[in-house]
């Protein structure tokens, strides 16, 4: 185990600047090919792919299972956690958000229900003012999977004014439910449609937000005696933690 995760980290200290040349990063490959033990590997993968751990999905015993199975494997290898962490976890809730009513009205126009989309793990929200609530608008030639990740990561109140190119992925405003992380300060509105300048808004929503026990849901684990970020990741992603 050990060797795997010194083989990671020197690959991922070799070859994470673009600036290598192809020869550099050939060596590094066989260098971190002497390091691997390929029963390591298929004992790891074998482990976390088995049926009891359910695919480590979110909210299942299985994904418990399977965060205690890396911790060990990161505690044999002499890892420690990051500087002010216990452990190697950093837990946080979920919730599964059912919409229920939704109205948003712009400068007095009420907006149609297939124009809008109201993201939010709160239970309701209740605006008649602008104050507090940030307003973008998504050009045509964003991309919207980039644009609302970005959205999102900010944890605010946004009022987001899409261009009708972006009708396919907002249509629906009670669809605006599924697994979110616990933010209920941060509330992501999207409508479709031209509007210039925005003197008044109104939103109304209500949902059922159930919240499922934090200690169901495994973080990102991680934290190495060396300093690169890129290492964290790949390890990160090997081990499937979810």
Do not use: H
């Not at 600036?19 to 390091?35: E, P, R, T, W």
């Not at 712009?106 to 104050?131: C, F, H, Q, R, Y």
């Amino acid at each position: 185990m050990k060797k795997i995760i010194a083989a990671i980290a020197f690959l991922a200290l070799t070859t994470g600047s673009f600036a290598q040349d192809a020869a550099s990063n050939a060596k590094a490959m066989k260098q971190v090919d002497k390091l691997i033990k390929q029963d390591d590997v298929d004992r790891i993968i074998k482990t976390l792919s088995a049926d009891d751990m359910q695919g480590r999905a979110t909210f299942t015993p299985g994904i418990e299972k399977a965060a205690q199975f890396i911790e060990g494997e990161f505690k044999e290898a002499g890892l420690i956690p990051l500087n002010g962490n216990k452990d190697f976890r950093q837990n946080f809730a979920m919730a599964t958000v059912t919409p229920g009513t939704a109205s948003v009205a712009i400068n007095g126009k009420a907006i149609s229900p297939d124009s809008m989309k109201i993201t939010t793990s709160a239970a309701s929200v209740n605006w008649s003012d602008l104050k507090d609530v940030q307003v973008v608008r998504l050009a045509a030639d964003k991309d919207f999977t980039i644009e609302t990740a970005g959205y999102a990561a900010k944890g605010k109140k946004m009022l987001i004014i899409a261009d009708p190119k972006f009708t396919a992925n907002i249509k629906g405003g009670r669809r605006g439910g599924g697994r979110l992380e616990v933010k209920d300060d941060q509330v992501l509105v999207y409508v479709i449609g031209n509007f210039d300048d925005v003197k008044s808004l109104n939103v109304s929503y209500t949902a059922k937000v159930v919240v499922s026990p934090p200690g169901l849901v495994t973080s990102q684990l991680v934290s190495l005696n060396f300093d690169s970020s890129v290492g964290l990741s790949i390890i990160y992603c090997m081990f499937g933690a979810e």
